[in-house]
């Protein structure tokens, strides 16, 4: 018995470490914003109030029928993060000595975790009755996810070492315009969620003994939300935009591995946050188009997680604590002639991420973004979207323990040094 709770123990520390989900490559906690070449070359300003293409069904689905035709958006953003990690103090707090051929502590600091990677988009959408009032669409985007990647010897191996999360979102949505000045739309959301997460984790192999185990958790699963939004023109040139996104719950079920000790089948909750976004777009004049836009996360739903055996058996839960945050972008348009359009724009995006839980899985801070972009049209069917953007994030402090309630407590201590990303992205339109 007393074997069989020093493994268990050792396992949720193990488990609860891998599943502070996949490290930020994009946007603050783990979140993708990138859905849209368009709206990225204006760091997302005005998004859901500006329906220039089929890709406005992700953000604002009741943009879809101010379209004028039936279309396809078919879009790829290039994410690359760039980090460093600095240790200020990591330990194995305890009395155990590490068996032969491990240590403890190193001194390598893990490597930039992030590496090039692609997040497809695809939007189709087309009216249904012959006055366009009412149209259908269907999105399929990559909301949240990314990974990161260290170092197997790096010195806060004991937190993490690997992690993948992906997500897939398929949106089926429709839209309707009584008139010229109101529309309404509203997606389900069907959404896959996959998860591959690994560390190290000390565990007693023997009187006085440490050595360092492989722990590996394996889920998936299909949760369900739904999406639903308005977009208003009080006057000519001028048009509000308002979206709620639900929160989508996944129970993910798959395998949890400490090596030599468990391999069992578990569920572990994810809940994924609810987001409210606001925004507005104003026409100067012909050529020069203002963008506004506020977006609110419910990110304090995702405040602990609850790791459970496939016997029914619940491991120690660990803490996350994420705060509810917001976002606000600034940009414009410039109509430079018949065929091209110019967009920049900015964006500061805060983190959820707390002091008292950060984590290397997760080693964000606030976000800067500066974006810039384009629209060429290039004949009367196709377009092309490119955009750039350099997301600058502040420096943070990581102050955690790992494997509390055991033998060899972990404490991990670092701080963040010159994180980044750039993201280069394009997309093609047609209308049919």
Known sequence: MKNLSLRLLTCSAALCGLLTFS???DAAGFYIQEQSVSGLGAAFAG???TPRDASILYFNPAGISRLDSAQVNIGVNFLYPELELKDTGTALNGANAFAPGSGPIGTDNGGNPGSLSPVPNLHIVAPITEDKKLWLGLGVAAPFG???????????????????????DFLPSISYAPNDRFSIGASMIIEYAHAD???????????NTVAELDSVLKGNDWGMGFDVGVMYEPWDGTVFGANYRSN?????????????QVNARGTAELELPDIATLGVTHEFNDRWTGLLQGTWFGWSSFDQIQPVLANGTALSPVLQDYD?????????EYTLNDDWVLR??????????????RTTLTPDGDRHWISTGATYDINDRFSLDLAATYIFIEEEDINLQRGAGTTNTTTVSARTESPSVLIGAVALNYKF
Do not use: W
């Open 344 to 357: 920049a724009g900015y964006q500061f995006d805060q983190t959820p991420t707390t002091d008292e839980y």
């Open 23 to 25: 490290q930020t490559a």
């Open 146 to 168: 990314l990974g990161s990647k260290y170092h197997d010897d790096y010195f806060a191996r004991f937190d993490s070492t690997e992690s993948d999360l992906q997500t897939i």
């Open 324 to 332: 509810n945050t917001f976002a606000i972008a600034v940009g414009g």
């Open 197 to 207: 997460l690994k560390r190290s984790a000390p565990a007693q192999v023997a009187l």
């Open 47 to 49: 998004q859901v109030s």
């Open 248 to 260: 989508v719950q996944q129970n993910l079920e798959g395998q949890i591995y400490l090596q030599g």
